[in-house]
């Protein structure tokens, strides 16, 4: 099928995708047309539709693709994708073209395909986990009324550390103690320690009380700028390896974060943080919740809450090994 919908002649029809990270995740054969918008090469999403045998729905500015066992939200324009009720901050907005919704190839590739295909990508097993407790020493990170995060955080990393040996995995912290760690030296201590995955974890901060819940960064794809700064990454990173990886961690804890503690779903972001940019290995940040926000300052400050989100990161560490080893 050569034609779009209304009948006009895409710029450029039957794409076959020859990329490297496309052979890689066996699009070599695929056709599936696409367009430029704004220098970056958009897919058709009914195409995309087509390749994973999904039920494509559309309409003015949205689309919708379906099956039985999953549901995925696109708006043109909108960052903000919803991939079986997880809100993911894809890298690109989607866009529109005629009477189509079109998906940026960055994250066709990096946000869609290891979703719905986990299991074609490098990494296959887990066993070495680094958490990696952000801040320590002097730098005490955001605080609360009665919360300071490098405390809060180094509790939680020890509450999911001892969950995760019990699993199985062997897991290493990046500070034990409340001392300074320097970034890079938390992406050498992962180096050192032979990390599958390394996950860190903070606590965050708003100027407006109001703002709660949790979200789970991970690196921008290269050329892509972050969720909440449009400047883009130009370089390209040895993390960048992990791009698909990235994505399905991220995803999994996302998931389980919000399935174990019922807080708002502020999604998977994009974020050029050091410690994600030096990553060794797969990586996510993880914000477990607003200090700034009363409410979730007092869930904070229970034992039983931080219980409920280092089960939230043992379960999205178990989906993603999961996932990854799945043979299909
Ligand atoms: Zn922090």
Redesign the pocket.
Known sequence: MLFSRNGARPLCFVVILMTAAAVQVGLSESRIRYTNVAGARYLFLSDVADFYSLTYETGSDWAKLSSRWSQLKFRAKRRKAQINGVAVHLALAPAKWKNNILLSRADFLYTLDPLLRPSFQAQKSVKHIVLDP??GGKDK??SGKHLI?KEL?LDIAELAKNRLQRKGYEVQLTRKTDKKVRLKKRSKLSRRYDADLFISI???NAANEGVSGIETFILPPSNTPSTHNYDKLRNDYPAHDFNRSNACVAYSLQQHLIEATGADDRGVKRANFSVLRHAVSPAALV?VGFLSNPQEEQQLRRKSYRKKLANGIVQGVRRYHERISRKN
């Open positions: 952000g801040h990170g955001t995060e955080v903070h606590a965050n914000e």
